[in-house]
């Protein structure tokens, strides 16, 4: 796939989810409030020879979108080409935005606030609903860890400035710990399992469908998901100078993949069966995952701005960021 990190998922880092947009593909994306793109027509003509490197992971919308091609036959009429571009989870696809490497790319909440301490220059450009069941907390079937509370002195694996990094932040806080309660251990999704099967990590925090299928090929048991503590919220995020230069291209992905949502949607055992041979789970796992996940992207309002600065001044608190920093001027 393009030069990029290639693996079964059962080994290799992703983080999901899907999406759709307004009032579907025929109203078109035009009206809405969306920072750069907000004043284009939804089928404005790209400039031609413009290129469209999107950043994906191996799991969620983008994958059914590069499968069915659509994107590639609205772009090609407008001069525009297409470029896939797999990273294993969020942190490392921002870090390639960083680099330069692709222009666009989904993530989870807790990346773009990483990503913007370190200077990285991307703006948010949509979202999708909430989907709090779709990370947890968990530990293995025998484990004596029942509640959060029982995680005090204990090691906990999870992907550094991942969307689940929040997630156990204030899953901890709602129990009435510190960050420094814990004995946190950085690692990626597939580094993380190995750790969590072969017991060197109390617990591990990871989103789906690693989720779904620790739940279903190791028993794993969840000790709290993201229900009444987090949003579980993805992003989509630009690179600043690519939305200011090509706001019609942008606006072209996020219309198609509004059509991949909406039909995604409502055909779960459809997406679950196209994705398994591509992502290396079985179907039965990844309805479950499928069935957690948020459907929409939406506009960034200001309600969504308030709730990544809520991310971002938690993180500043515990100094696991730089100083404080203002996600209003990624909007």
Same mark, same amino acid.
């Given at each position: 796939?393009?030069?990029?990190?290639?693996?079964?998922?059962?080994? %290799?880092? +992703?983080?999901?989810?899907?999406?759709?947009?307004?009032?579907?593909?025929?109203?078109?994306?035009?009206?809405?409030?969306?920072?750069?793109?907000?004043?284009?027509?939804?089928?404005?003509?790209?400039?031609?020879?413009?290129?469209?490197?999107?950043?994906?992971?191996?799991?969620?919308?983008?994958? @059914?979108?590069?499968?069915?091609?659509?994107?590639?036959?609205?772009?090609?009429?407008?001069?525009?080409?297409?470029?896939?571009?797999?990273?294993?989870?969020?942190?490392?696809?921002?870090?390639?935005?960083?680099?330069?490497?692709?222009?666009?790319?989904?993530?989870?909440?807790?990346?773009?606030?990483?990503?913007?301490?370190?200077?990285?220059?991307?703006?948010?450009?949509?979202?999708?609903?909430?989907?709090?069941?779709?990370?947890?907390?968990?530990?293995?079937?025998? &484990?004596?860890?029942?509640?959060?509370?029982?995680?005090?002195?204990?090691?906990?694996?999870?992907?550094?400035? &991942?969307?689940?990094?929040?997630?156990?932040?204030?899953?901890?806080?709602?129990?009435?710990? %510190?960050?420094?309660?814990?004995?946190?251990?950085?690692?990626?999704?597939?580094?993380?399992?190995?750790?969590?099967?072969?017991?060197?990590?109390?617990?591990?925090?990871?989103?789906?469908?690693?989720?779904?299928?620790?739940?279903?090929?190791?028993?794993?048991?969840?000790?709290?998901?993201?229900?009444?503590?987090?949003?579980?919220?993805?992003?989509?995020?630009?690179?600043?100078?690519?939305?200011?230069?090509?706001?019609?291209?942008?606006?072209?992905?996020?219309?198609? @993949?509004?059509?991949?949502?909406?039909?995604?949607?409502?055909?779960?055992?459809?997406?679950?069966?196209?994705?398994?041979?591509? @992502?290396?789970?079985?179907?039965?796992?990844?309805? @479950?995952?499928?069935?957690?996940?948020?459907?929409?992207?939406?506009?960034?309002?200001? +309600?969504?701005?308030?709730?990544?600065?809520?991310?971002?001044?938690?993180? &500043?608190?515990?100094?696991?960021?730089?100083?404080?920093? &203002?996600?209003?001027?990624?909007?």
């Amino acid at each position: 796939m393009n030069d990029t990190p290639h693996a079964d998922l059962e080994t %290799t880092p +992703a983080n999901p989810r899907r999406r759709q947009w307004l009032h579907g593909a025929a109203a078109g994306l035009a009206g809405l409030a969306l920072g750069p793109l907000a004043a284009v027509p939804a089928r404005a003509a790209a400039d031609s020879g413009t290129r469209l490197r999107v950043g994906f992971q191996k799991y969620g919308n983008f994958v @059914v979108l590069k499968a069915r091609g659509t994107l590639e036959k609205r772009l090609a009429s407008q001069g525009v080409t297409v470029q896939w571009l797999e990273f294993p989870a969020g942190p490392q696809l921002l870090e390639g935005l960083n680099a330069g490497a692709i222009d666009v790319g989904t993530v989870g909440e807790t990346p773009p606030i990483f990503a913007q301490a370190g200077g990285v220059e991307f703006v948010y450009i949509g979202n999708e609903p909430p989907a709090p069941q779709g990370e947890a907390i968990v530990v293995l079937p025998d &484990s004596p860890i029942r509640t959060v509370a029982q995680l005090r002195g204990k090691k906990v694996a999870f992907n550094k400035g &991942s969307n689940v990094h929040y997630l156990l932040v204030k899953a901890l806080e709602h129990a009435g710990l %510190t960050y420094a309660d814990i004995q946190p251990i950085y690692l990626t999704p597939a580094d993380a399992r190995a750790a969590f099967v072969q017991r060197s990590v109390d617990a591990w925090v990871i989103w789906d469908p690693y989720l779904a299928a620790a739940e279903r090929q190791l028993g794993a048991r969840v000790v709290a998901n993201g229900e009444g503590l987090v949003r579980n919220t993805q992003y989509y995020l630009a690179a600043r100078k690519y939305a200011a230069a090509h706001p019609q291209v942008l606006r072209a992905l996020l219309d198609e @993949v509004d059509a991949v949502d909406r039909w995604a949607r409502d055909h779960v055992p459809e997406v679950a069966a196209q994705l398994s041979p591509l @992502v290396g789970l079985d179907a039965p796992t990844l309805e @479950v995952a499928l069935k957690r996940a948020g459907y929409g992207v939406q506009p960034i309002t200001d +309600a969504t701005v308030a709730y990544q600065q809520s991310i971002a001044d938690a993180f &500043s608190t515990l100094k696991l960021i730089p100083g404080k920093l &203002s996600v209003a001027s990624a909007r």
